[in-house]
C-alpha cells in the first residue's frame, strides 16, 4: 500500500472550472513532486517542492498552481485547464531534496479528465 | 537536453523465458533507478544503482549499471505472470536552479512487458 495518499482518485472537470488535486505524506519526507502521465508515457516531472519551498517548475503553463502549505500537503491547483491536459497527474515525495539515495515514493494517481 | 532511451518498447513472452530491458543516457548519469508500474497503477520504486558497473539482485531480477555510467539493463529469469508491466528506467543527473544544485530524474520511455502463460 502507499504511504502517499492522493485525492480525488477521479476527476472530470470543464475547461472553466476551478479545481483542485491533493497530496498527503506522513513519512516525514521533505520534498514532494507533482508529475504529469500521459497514457504509455513515462512520468514527467512538473514541479519540486523542497522543504515546502518551490525549488523546480519545468516550465509548466501558469493554468497548473502548486502550493505546499505544510512539509505533509501538496496541492496542485488547476484552472482554465486544456482537453490535452488530461492524463493521470502523480504526487510523489522522498526523504530530503533531490534525488540522490533517495527512494521515491509514488501515490496512486488523480486521473483528470478535461471536457 | 539530457536523454534517456530505453528498449524494446515491447516485448511479449512465454511464461518462464527471459526478459530484457536496456537504458542508454546522451549524459553520464549520476545514478540510475527502475521502477515497475502494472497496468492502470503508479510507478513502485524497484532499486537504485549508483556505483560504477554495479550489478543487484533482487530474487530474478538482476539490475546492472554500465562501467561509463551512461547504460543500464534489467533482466528477469524465467518470467511469471506477476511481471506483467511496464519498467521505466530514470537517470539521474545534476541540475543547477536557484543556485542550488539537484538531481533530474529522466525517465525512459519504458518496456510494456506482456507474459503469456
Known amino acids: 500500500d502507499t504511504e502517499v495518499t492522493q485525492t480525488p482518485k477521479h476527476l472530470v472537470m470543464g475547461m472553466t472550472n476551478k479545481k483542485s488535486l491533493k497530496c498527503e505524506q506522513h513519512?516525514?519526507?521533505?520534498?514532494m513532486y507533482w508529475y504529469k502521465q500521459k497514457a504509455k508515457k513515462p512520468p514527467e516531472l512538473m514541479f519540486v517542492?523542497?522543504?515546502?519551498?518551490?525549488?523546480i517548475n519545468e516550465s509548466v503553463p501558469s493554468r497548473f498552481s502548486p502550493e505546499c502549505p505544510n512539509s505533509s500537503l501538496l496541492n496542485l491547483h488547476l484552472h482554465a485547464l486544456q482537453p490535452e491536459d488530461s492524463a493521470l497527474y502523480l504526487c510523489?515525495?522522498?526523504?530530503?531534496?533531490?534525488?540522490?539515495?533517495?527512494?521515491?515514493?509514488f501515490g496512486e494517481g488523480s486521473w483528470l479528465t478535461v471536457v | 537536453g539530457q536523454q534517456v532511451m530505453q528498449i524494446p518498447q515491447y516485448q511479449h513472452v512465454q511464461e518462464g523465458e527471459d526478459f530484457t530491458t536496456y537504458c542508454n543516457s546522451s549524459?553520464?548519469?549520476?545514478?540510475i533507478q527502475w521502477y515497475k508500474q502494472r497496468p492502470g497503477g503508479h510507478p513502485v520504486f524497484l532499486i537504485q544503482?549508483?556505483?560504477?558497473?554495479e550489478v543487484k539482485k533482487q530474487k530474478r531480477l538482476t539490475f546492472q549499471f554500465g562501467e561509463a555510467k551512461k547504460n543500464s539493463s534489467l533482466h528477469i529469469t524465467a518470467t511469471q505472470t506477476t511481471d506483467v508491466g511496464t519498467y521505466f528506467c530514470?537517470?539521474?543527473?545534476?541540475?543547477?536552479?536557484?543556485?542550488?544544485?539537484?538531481?533530474?530524474?529522466?525517465f525512459g520511455q519504458g518496456t510494456i512487458l506482456t507474459v503469456h502463460p
Open positions: 544503482l549508483v556505483k560504477s558497473g
Open positions: 530514470a537517470g539521474i543527473t545534476l541540475t543547477n536552479a536557484g543556485g542550488t544544485s539537484y538531481g533530474k530524474l529522466t
Open positions: 517542492y523542497s522543504y515546502e519551498k518551490l525549488s
Open positions: 549524459t553520464t548519469l549520476s545514478n
Open positions: 510523489a515525495s522522498s526523504l530530503k531534496g533531490g534525488f540522490f539515495g533517495n527512494t521515491i515514493y
Open positions: 513519512m516525514g519526507h521533505r520534498a
